[in-house]
Structure formats: C-alpha cells, structure tokens
Nanobody, 115 residues
Framework: QVQLVESGGGLVQPGGSLRLSCAAS????????MAWYRQAPGKQRELVAR???????NYADSVKGRFTISRDNAKNTAYLQMHSLNRDDTTVYYC?????????WGQGTQVTVSS
C-alpha cells in the first residue's frame, strides 16, 4: 500500500523559513516524479513545485527563488524548502507522487505564516 506522509508544517513569522518533508512507502520512490501542491479554502489546488525523476524541476511563479524542491531517494523522501514566507503562502500543502497512471497524494500539512 502506497503512503505519502507529510511533515514539517506549522506556524512561522513572515520572512521565516520551513522545510516540509514527504516520506513515501510502498512504492519504488525513485521512479516517481514528486511534487508539492497547495490548496487554500475555496480555491483550486495549485502546483507549487515539481521534481521529475530525471532531475528537472519547475516552480510556480509565486515561489520561484524562494522555494526549493529536492529528494533523497535513499530515504524515500521528498522535501520542500521554503524561505521568505509571506501570508499568501498560508494554506495546506500536499505531497504528490506521479508516474504514468499512478498518482498518489499525502494527507496534507498546514503552513501558517503569521506574526
């Protein structure tokens, strides 16, 4: 059974940093493209960052230069390092693993940026 478990969310002040982790199990992790999405209440889920298994990345314009997606295949874990957080980054962040028709999601982790 495939599981994606996010961690690392929480409360941070504007301008602060957080690192989200996504621990995967039950899958050949290195074969999957990994991504982070976020979804605010009443809004569509949006792509934040994607890391293809070949190493290519893409980012939403709103996070370019502030967020970095990475992975450690030995640990079956993907990361999202977030810097210079602002209130617009407040929402639930979801980990996604995708390969062909296989598409898996974590349960989400809340990030709140507030003073």
């Amino acid at each position: 059974q495939v599981q994606l478990v996010e961690s690392g969310g929480g409360l941070v002040q504007p301008g602060g940093s957080l690192r989200l982790s996504c621990a995967a199990s039950g899958m050949l992790f290195s074969f999957y493209d990994m991504a982070w999405y976020r979804q605010a209440p009443g809004k569509q889920r949006e792509l934040v960052a994607r890391l293809f298994n070949g190493g290519t990345t893409n980012y939403a314009d709103s996070v370019k230069g502030r967020f970095t997606i990475s992975r450690d295949n030995a640990k079956n874990t993907a990361y999202l390092q977030m810097h210079s957080l602002n209130r617009d980054d407040t929402t639930v962040y979801y980990c996604n693993a995708r390969r062909s028709a296989w598409d898996y999601w974590g349960q989400g982790t809340q990030v709140t940026v507030s003073s």
